[in-house]
């Protein structure tokens, strides 16, 4: 059983890890009640951290009735001494230990604890950082017609608030022909959408020796026979070129969907959050994203209550709220992690004060979503089917290339196809269709 937390990366190295278990002869399960549980970590938010020490005491019962279950923890969070330091002390059900850069030797390390008399109880085979990409990883999708394809590891920004640059490691880009060998293959399996993943994507290529641009590598992405949609995720906007922008204007495949992370409206902030663009260069790039896709849905990430945030402060970001008008946005109250600058900030926020600004963020950012959505109700839309709904097997749930929910009849027949539905009536976050 493999317990996926965190973000698009992690799920990637899930169906990385799953396929090299699958390879050596495991079969996956939904129980964690397995013979093997495998738990890959996120450590972004404190809470994400919790949640993992609470499951491995719940393990703790299960592997006393099977003494032979095997336990292993990997993902970001190992990646922190004080988090394996904890797991030793505390956890000794615990049997093997990798980090995010060495996903490739898992069946080594598996093999080390099942067959060497000599190994310790515990195995730690933690990387610090990493300058190697392992190609070829055997992997097992979740589904057969869409995949997630790793352009770039790592992360050089540095947000004072981000621990993933210290997890994740410096930032090293794909080699594109890799790239493109990968969705090749995935296409001729029967894929027709692809996410290209990286915790900055917009800076893909700078640490090639032939270096190329985002926007190069998706020109040859489009030029893939059989392959419909591609997606991508994360973009910075410190990094988003106007090649870029004029390429989305242009491409057939590219769906209209972009995640932009403002974090916040105030320039002070963003000046002591390390994010090196202001309030104003952000709604400029909004202003040219939106001439070049006028109906391009735009989603985000907020954090509210950043160590020395006023009130003034959070009025900056509740401006370039109503300004832009997202379609989502993925709101967060900051979490202190240990080891990044913003931890040892003074004024951290009273947690009331921030609470009520969440709450009235939340409260702005759902209205303009239902508003958004309300605008396309009527209009037909290309959808990707991707399963029966679990509520009512009459009906099929899909995705809009602004990557909206849509619920219609239909049946598993349509699975993986790309259909015209209509848009009837709008839930907010999802849509109520009908075959066009």
Request: hydrophobic share 35%; charged share 30%; proline share 3%.
């Amino acid at each position: 059983n493999i317990k996926t937390f965190g973000c698009q990366m992690n799920a990637r190295d899930s169906e990385k890890i799953l396929g090299i278990l699958q390879t050596i002869g495991y079969e996956e399960t939904d129980s964690e009640q397995a013979d093997l549980v495998l738990y890959n970590t996120c450590t972004v938010r404190e809470n994400a951290n919790l949640k993992v020490y609470g499951r491995l005491g719940q393990l703790k019962r299960y592997k006393s009735k099977n003494p032979d279950m095997l336990t292993i923890l990997c993902g970001c969070m190992m990646q922190e001494p004080e988090v394996i330091e904890r797991i030793k002390k505390s956890y000794r059900n615990v049997d093997i230990i990798f980090g995010t850069h060495n996903i490739f030797k898992l069946a080594e390390l598996l093999a080390m604890r099942l067959f060497d008399q000599n190994a310790k109880r515990m195995i730690i085979d933690i990387w610090k950082d990493t300058t190697e990409i392992v190609e070829e990883l055997p992997n097992s999708r979740k589904y057969s017609f869409k995949g997630g394809v790793n352009i770039m590891f790592g992360c050089n920004n540095f947000c004072s608030y981000c621990i993933v640059p210290y997890v994740r490691g410096r930032e090293r880009s794909r080699n594109p022909e890799d790239i493109i060998d990968e969705i090749k293959q995935l296409v001729a399996n029967g894929v027709v959408e692809i996410m290209l993943l990286g915790q900055n994507v917009n800076s893909y290529g700078k640490t090639l020796e032939n270096p190329i641009t985002f926007a190069q590598l998706l020109q040859r992405i489009e030029d893939i026979e059989g392959l419909k949609r591609i997606r991508f995720m994360t973009s910075h906007p410190k990094d988003l070129s106007d090649e870029l922008i004029e390429y989305l204007g242009e491409s057939k495949k590219v769906c209209k969907q972009m995640h932009l992370p403002l974090q916040s409206g105030s320039d002070r902030l963003l000046q002591k959050m390390n994010r090196h663009y202001t309030k104003e260069g952000y709604l400029e790039l909004v202003r040219k994203i939106r001439k070049a896709v006028p109906d391009i849905a735009l989603s985000t990430d907020i954090i509210v209550g950043f160590p020395g945030e006023t009130e003034e402060d959070f009025a900056q970001t509740m401006d370039v709220v109503k300004k832009v008008e997202y379609d989502s946005a993925f709101t967060f109250i900051y979490s202190k992690r240990t080891g990044t600058p913003a931890a040892a900030m003074e004024e951290q926020v009273d947690e009331a004060v921030v609470k009520e600004r969440f709450d009235r963020l939340l409260a702005k950012v759902q209205e303009i979503a239902a508003k958004k959505a309300a605008e396309d109700v009527g209009k037909v839309e290309e959808v990707l089917v991707e399963e029966i709904n679990d509520h009512d097997a009459t009906l099929v749930t899909g995705r809009t290339s602004k990557n909206y929910l849509v619920h219609f009849k239909g049946d598993k027949s349509l699975i993986g196809s790309i259909v015209d539905v209509k848009l009837c009536e709008s839930k907010g976050f999802y849509y109520i269709g009908e075959l066009a």
